[in-house]
């Protein structure tokens, strides 16, 4: 039974992805990520912060990370990065600014439950038989908006 309702799952998905699908009109850097010179500036203070420790895992530098502990604290600082990217948001989105291991914002716990989603369906990908190289990030539904919506028909 759990098969099958992970099965429907993957396909329901599949299904409202074919929709998302069409090609936007291209657009200038600045307009598709207005937050990412802003979320590069943070990024490049919090690489300052930690020169000659980049290679440490992230926990043992930032308070209160709860997934991806074991990530390189330089790769950690990317990952935010293209999280930012895909939802098309700054820093303080998820997090109050200077006080990144702050719980005050929901959005912090919702980024969480979505990596553990995202995680699975990926997982649940590779299961099926015939599909190699298929997989879902934050981009897939979210297209640099907060607030993923289905295209129009």
């Not at 998905?13 to 598709?32: E, G, I, R, V």
């Not at 390189?72 to 006080?99: I, P, T, Y």
Request: charged share 25%; aromatic share 6%; glycine share 6%.
């Amino acid at each position: 039974m759990k098969a099958l309702l992970t099965f429907c799952s993957v396909v329901l998905l599949a299904l409202w992805l074919a929709d998302c699908t069409a090609p936007k009109p291209a657009a200038s850097a600045a307009a598709s990520d207005p937050d990412a010179a802003g979320r590069a500036k943070i990024i490049e203070n919090l690489k300052r912060d930690i020169a000659g420790k980049e290679n440490w895992p992230a926990d043992s530098l930032y308070e209160n990370v709860k997934v991806l502990k074991t990530l390189s604290a330089e790769r950690f600082l990317g990952v935010m990065d293209r999280w930012g990217q895909a939802l098309g948001v700054g820093c303080d989105h998820c997090h109050v600014k200077n006080e990144w291991a702050s719980e005050v914002k929901p959005e912090k716990a919702v980024t969480r439950q979505m990596i553990e989603l995202t995680t699975r369906i990926n997982k649940d990908l590779k299961s099926i038989g015939g599909i190699d190289e298929a997989s879902v990030s934050c981009y897939t539904c979210h297209r640099g908006e907060a607030t993923p919506r289905r295209q129009a028909k």
